[in-house]
């Protein structure tokens, strides 16, 4: 099994929401917070590079910085000269956030190069057109059901024509 590796684009920030609430700050770089998708209390500190920003922002706006995504994690900031984002509290994020997982399968070709990943249920992200109309063709009218048949199932099929499957966990 393949270990999730977090790319830090900040998609999953934008995603889920405006998922943070900060209801208190108390330094600069310290706020107490809520995670509205599971009701959890949190302490956050800033990373040092972003603390007069957020805490200035904060200060001004509530707890909608400017320069975030609108309806995105309070916390997600855009990196200056780059299409990433990062995670401001990335250290002392919440645990829903530690926990996301944007892909659950990574695929790699015969030279063990990731060349897919499948995020959601059996969404395909892919550059490769081979895999596309393999995945489309083979994979796609699998049902869905259990997690582990379907992944199995999968497995199988990539195997044939090249590709191996690996489950992140």
Request: glycine content about 8%; overall charge negative; proline content about 7%.
């Amino acid at each position: 099994m393949a270990s999730f590796i977090c790319d830090r684009c900040g998609k999953c920030c934008v995603s889920l929401g405006r998922s943070i609430i900060i209801e208190r700050q108390f330094s600069d770089r310290d706020y107490y917070c809520r995670s509205t998708i599971d009701n959890i209390v949190f302490s956050a500190r800033v990373d040092p590079a972003f603390e007069a920003e957020i805490a200035d922002e904060f200060l001004m706006q509530g707890d909608a910085p400017a320069g975030t995504p609108p309806k995105a994690c309070p916390f997600l900031r855009n990196v200056p000269g780059g299409d990433t984002s990062v995670c401001a509290i990335y250290a002392t994020r919440p645990k829903i956030c530690q926990s996301f997982r944007c892909y659950r399968m990574i695929i790699l070709d015969r030279g063990g190069n990731t060349c897919g990943r499948v995020i959601g249920r059996n969404t395909l992200r892919t550059d490769d057109p081979a895999l596309e109309n393999l995945w489309d063709a083979q994979v796609v009218p699998i049902p869905c059901g259990d997690p582990v048949e379907w992944t199995g199932r999968v497995a199988a099929i990539l195997a044939d024509h090249g590709y191996r499957a690996e489950p992140v966990q």
